[in-house]
């Protein structure tokens, strides 16, 4: 077990008045064991309490050769997992569990456990994780450095006509030899119309002169995410490229400096949002100005008009304003990470932000 | 709504005594829809019920400008969705829910619901999915067909020295090329010791002369998927692996020719279970005989010790016997879809099963 970890979550639960975990996410269990293990439909459970339970119950097939520090309760595919959880909670008091828990194990464990003492326990973990150690944010640095030559590797074969999805696995390659062991999700890789949707699914179409080309990608290297966006236009840029590039560019630009601790995030998302819309594109900014990353590249916490509480050091999200005008066929993107600090704001990403022309 | 698919469920609710459903499983909506909306983290429900309920709660972030035939009911990121699918249930009868419904969402609708009115109703949506209608199988034919080409396109390249990853790069290309929208899972690409271990993780693996090398791969096509697995040797065969190769082989017809409606599954994988301990090696088969395949690559049934139901007409499943023999670095596995139809078994992949060695 990560013990200053498992102390951070244990002194949360103490908090939030929940005395035990039945902890399910890969994610949250790997924050914990520094183990993934990917259990597909069968059950994993790391069972934690402020009394002193540390279990995990475990399919055979996933076999844990070092130790743990927890005791590993293994079954096999003839037995029945939910039996044994219920042995190593306490019944009558509250249990959380991940919000992602699949229906059907939660129901199996309310045949027995009063329904009333289950809650939703992954703010607890949501919260410690959301607090990187010094150790995670030197592997955040370290992926992001990998992304920003990742976005440099891949923004100069732009020129050569490949399709959206042929950059992409041109992408898979640059990643593999960054030492990364794979995408963080799913390239977005856009063309001309293509970058007016903020959502555009990869597909085949190519690149045409006057096309701005959005370019929104992560790997992942030792179990750290990155995640980063640019646009770049095409052999000319329109007089609307360039005018919602230099706002865009502008909005990101005043939420990263907004970024302190004490700040609520809602102040941060005003900073960008407010600044598109004064200068008319409000309507045309579609989601919220970012999201929290780590393990995972979606975690638990935003940058949006209804997230009031505060930035904290040691939080990394992502600041990503956009303005997507599908009349005129274009959208620009621009996202970097950043790092709450003790006193401000570090930006994991180095690239240029400067509006660049591929010819 | 596929209007027959619609009225197959509704016959299994009330079969099942489950008048009211609340389906949130992308990949059965897109069955009874004909879409696929993907969601993420926000809440998507199609709520049915056997005495006229159809209703689809969703955000607006997913609008749908198709007639689907049942009322959409929209809410924005200031909403309380569940508030929304509360006023469509009734919350005095019984209430299916899928068997992976996020925890979260059911604890919510447990403050106004009472918990016991709760039940997994996965199983029957999962039974109608699992008897594939005419059109269907066409496309679980077509499918099969391109994954046919995937395995001779690919097994070309065993020879020219690439890495297992660099080999999956070279598949993306290949499904591509046939038209696929890309795998139906990571596909397992294994050299010499690494196909010994059934779970293998693709990695930076080169391959050596008397590898044993298997490509278990599939696509989607239309939102149907393929799975096949194919071992071969490369440059030469040791007596062991060839010894196993045969003994698969023989296995893998036994249980394809054993299937017919009113056969038990758990006799499919004891014909070819019971045929490779005979030949001593029954501790080396490590996992069931097959899987379920459809719009997932992995569907609810199996062709496995444990289940005793019937085979029925219009069922899809994997025959894949392997033995795993990690003490001489080889391992084996041979797979083929298979259609269970009125009278027997069409076997939906076609490419050689014969022992071949690559120069």
């Known amino acids: 077990m990560q013990q200053k970890r498992l102390t951070a979550v244990l002194e949360e639960m103490k908090k939030s008045k929940i005395p035990q975990l039945i902890i399910t996410d890969p994610a949250t269990i790997f924050y914990l064991t520094n183990h993934w293990i990917l259990p597909g439909e069968r059950l994993l459970a790391l069972v934690i309490s402020t009394y002193g339970t540390k279990k995990m119950v475990i399919s055979k097939l996933f076999p844990i050769e070092e130790n743990l520090g927890v005791d590993l309760i293994y079954y096999d595919d003839v037995d029945d997992p939910i039996k044994i959880v219920e042995q190593y909670v306490d019944k009558d008091q509250k249990i959380g569990v991940d919000k992602n828990w699949p229906a059907h194990f939660l129901l199996r464990l309310m045949e027995t456990i009063p329904y009333e003492n289950f809650v939703n326990g992954s703010a607890v973990t949501d919260s410690v994780r959301a607090h990187k150690d010094s150790k995670e944010l030197d592997l955040m640095r370290s992926v992001s450095k990998d992304n920003d030559q990742a976005v440099e590797q891949l923004s100069q074969l732009i020129s050569k006509g490949l399709s959206e999805k042929e950059m992409a696995v041109e992408l898979a390659k640059i990643y593999k030899n960054l030492g990364n062991s794979g995408f963080s999700f799913e390239p977005i890789i856009a063309y001309g119309a293509n970058t007016a949707d903020p959502h555009h699914i990869t597909d085949d179409s190519t690149v045409k002169p006057g096309d701005s080309v959005t370019l929104d990608i992560g790997g992942v290297k030792n179990s750290y995410c990155s995640d980063m966006t640019r646009t770049f236009f095409y052999k000319k840029v329109s007089p609307r490229g360039q005018e919602i590039y230099e706002i865009v560019l502008e909005a990101n ?99 240029s932000k400067d509006l660049q022309i591929i010819q």
Request: charged share 25%; hydrophobic share 35%; aromatic share 10%.
């Open 253 to 351: 630009k005043r939420a990263i400096e907004k970024v302190k601790p004490g700040v609520r995030f809602c102040e941060i998302d005003a900073a960008a949002r407010d600044y598109i819309t004064e200068k008319g594109y409000g309507d045309y900014f579609l989601h919220r100005t970012g999201h929290f990353i780590g393990i995972e590249c979606h975690e638990t916490g935003d940058v949006s008009a209804t997230n009031t509480s505060l930035v904290e050091p040691g939080m990394v999200f992502s600041i990503e304003p956009g303005i997507y005008y599908p009349q005129e066929k274009v959208g620009v993107r621009i996202e970097d990470l950043v790092i709450a600090t003790k006193t401000g704001v570090e930006n994991l990403n180095h690239f």
